[in-house]
């Protein structure tokens, strides 16, 4: 198993921009697709999350519509680390974050909160 750590939220204005990191214990060489995910404020942890992005090792990516031209995602293998650059923030984003594998999950981290607001 991998386990991950969320970093890089907080509070940023409408408009405003952060970097999230995904940091994992292991190798996430071979982790074929990583992805971003968030939960939304009144819904539990075990309720289902949005899957916001992904990228595979060759690096191809997904975007939900939601984020598509404000988000980008990019992996260092060699780092183990998952980012999740995000512009034009909007308070709808506005969720805690989590990195996962996206096809074998593994133990979800904490997570990261952003929120968006004026």
Known sequence: QVQLVESGGGLVQPGGSLRLSCAASGSIFEIYVMG???????????QQRELVASITNGGSTYYADSVKGRFTISRD?????????????????????????????????????VTVSS
Do not use: F
């Open 36 to 46: 971003w995910y968030r939960q939304a404020p009144g819904k539990a942890p075990g």
């Open 77 to 113: 293998n060699a780092k183990n680390t998952v980012y999740l650059r995000m512009n034009s923030l909007k308070p709808e984003d506005t969720a805690v974050y989590y990195c996962n594998d996206r096809i074998n999950a593994q133990p979800w981290g904490q997570g990261t909160q």
